[in-house]
């Protein structure tokens, strides 16, 4: 049996990263396992659907490296992979099942399913159209009564399933209610539809949040009225914001695209998610797509909640931005540092190869940077460095001979500048680390930057570099 996942996302917003996380799965246990990764839309509840959410999901999973063997936008050959578009296949096996005793057409109005409401307001119905005799039914679909149909749970028993997360798992039929299955315009909800595209895509293997646990037995009862086989469960614990909390929109920072556009990448993004949940046999943490491919297991799969945790993904992504060679990092960096204060008035390879070790996620970029652009008066004590033995009377003397020093080069570039300050600290007596330090200060106004004073020299050219240490001079002498 060859093994085909699917992930049906519904188009209500964006991709939230629990449901990034459920493509994720699906996607490595259908790689590992030598399998199809199919993607369906699952647009039935049109009263929830946003403009433009579908092309979020498809730009969502390639961005994160998830590319489907089957989907709307590629096609395969089980469409269509859009529930709207299947509406006369969902209508023709909802009466193939009111015939198998497992559905009934409902006739009920609003205003009778009001008055089935409990203290607590929730409604439960009671089966009332299930009594209905055959000519009672056929007259009200002259008539054109509207109606929707419900799916016959019986009131006792017991549905049992086997989950390869979570074992067994049993739940009293009275515990459900005889959900709707067509809506009065025609088209499924979920409790259908799921069923009947996973049986006829061939899904061999059902993967999807722990919240579904309960209601499986529902589904089931319909694959077996049907008499077709029922797929493997593959339930996944809850994300959480902490110990009481599911991760959510409400929240802050539960999609997909707020932590890209935060400046997270896409692939340390998936290879956090991956983590939430499942820990690879080897502990392993950053890992890349084919890595995780090889290392997926059910086996690691955890039954309890995961906490979604904001600095370690920081951290990860920081290992992300590290392992970059510079050309990769300078690509991901410019749009930020375009971004900031300083723009394009620099050479912007010069700064990029500075703060790939200094930023964990690129939207820090600009508060790293816009000293750059922003040097006015600062406080002298920054002159003083303890080690160094570095204070501002020993600043007074030292940037005039900095700027002399800078004044003299012709060729403004790395080792010409880092030569002509190390010698100018030799010749007057001084370490070469009190001479840099205080050219950095003298340069910036910052105690400290990325990349020392040589690099921001370099950066800011001759002609403002000397600018900024007359301008220091000047505050010195004040």
């Known amino acids: 049996m060859k093994v085909r996942t699917r992930f049906a996302p519904s188009p209500t917003g964006f991709m939230h990263l629990g449901g990034m996380r459920t493509a994720l799965y699906c996607y490595l246990y259908a790689r590992k396992n030598g399998g199809d990764f199919i993607l369906r839309i699952e647009d039935t509840d049109q009263e929830r659907f946003v403009e433009g959410a579908t092309e979020v999901i498809y730009s969502s999973l390639k961005e994160g490296g998830m590319t489907y063997d089957e989907g709307p936008d590629v ?87 086997e989950d390869a997360v979570y074992g067994t798992i049993s739940v009293d039929f009275s515990e459900l209610e005889d959900n709707i ?51 493997c469960y593959i339930h996944l614990p809850p994300i959480m914001k902490d110990a009481t909390r599911k ?20 692939q340390a993004i998936v290879n956090y998610i991956a983590l939430l949940g499942w820990c690879p046999k080897d502990n392993s943490e950053k890992m890349t797509m084919d890595e995780m491919i090889e290392k997926f297991s059910l086996d690691g799969v955890s039954k309890s909640p995961a906490i979604f945790d904001d600095v370690k993904l920081r951290w990860l992504n920081g290992e992300y931005l590290k392992a970059m060679t510079d050309e990769e990092f300078y690509n991901v960096a410019k749009p930020y540092i375009e971004a ?23 939207s820090e970029i600009p508060d790293k940077i816009n000293f750059l652009e922003e040097f006015e008066e600062y406080s002298l004590d920054l002159y003083y460095h303890k080690k160094m033995k570095t204070d501002k009377e020993m600043a007074k003397v030292v940037v005039p001979l900095i700027y002399k020093t800078l004044e003299s080069i012709d060729t403004f570039d790395h080792d ?33 930057t990325p990349g020392g004073s040589v690099e921001l020299a370099q950066i800011l050219g001759k002609q403002e570099s000397l600018r900024r240490l007359q301008f220091s001079m000047d505050l010195l002498n004040k």
């Open 75 to 161: 096609g395969g050959n089980y469409g269509p992979y859009i529930q709207s578009q299947r509406k006369e296949i969902y209508q023709k096996y909802a009466k193939e099942l009111i015939e198998k005793g497992g559905a009934y057409y409902c006739f009920c109005t609003k205003e009778r399913l009001e008055t089935l409401k409990d203290d607590l307001g929730n409604t439960r119905y009671d089966k009332h159209c299930l009594n209905l005799s055959k000519e009672e039914i056929e007259q009200k679909l002259r008539d054109g009564v509207p109606y929707v149909i419900r799916q016959n749970i019986p009131k006792v028993g017991v549905g049992t399933y």
């Open 181 to 231: 299955l067509i809506k009065t315009d025609g088209l499924p909800t979920y409790n259908f539809a799921n069923v009947i595209d996973d049986h006829l895509m061939g899904i061999t293997h059902v993967i999807r949040g722990s919240e579904y646990l309960s209601s499986t037995p529902k589904y089931n009862l319909m694959y077996d009225a049907f008499g077709w086989e029922r797929p």
């Open 247 to 266: 991760l959510s929109k409400r929240y802050g920072d539960a999609n997909f695209d707020d932590f890209v556009k935060k400046g997270y990448l896409p």
């Open 340 to 362: 900031s204060k300083v723009g394009t008035k620099y050479d912007n390879r010069l700064i990029a190869p500075l703060l790939k070790t200094r930023v964990e996620i690129l």
């Open 416 to 448: 010409t500048i880092y030569t002509s300050l190390s010698n100018c600290a030799q010749e007057n007596g001084y370490k070469s680390g009190q001479v840099l330090g205080i050219a950095r200060v003298a340069l910036s106004g910052k105690e400290v």
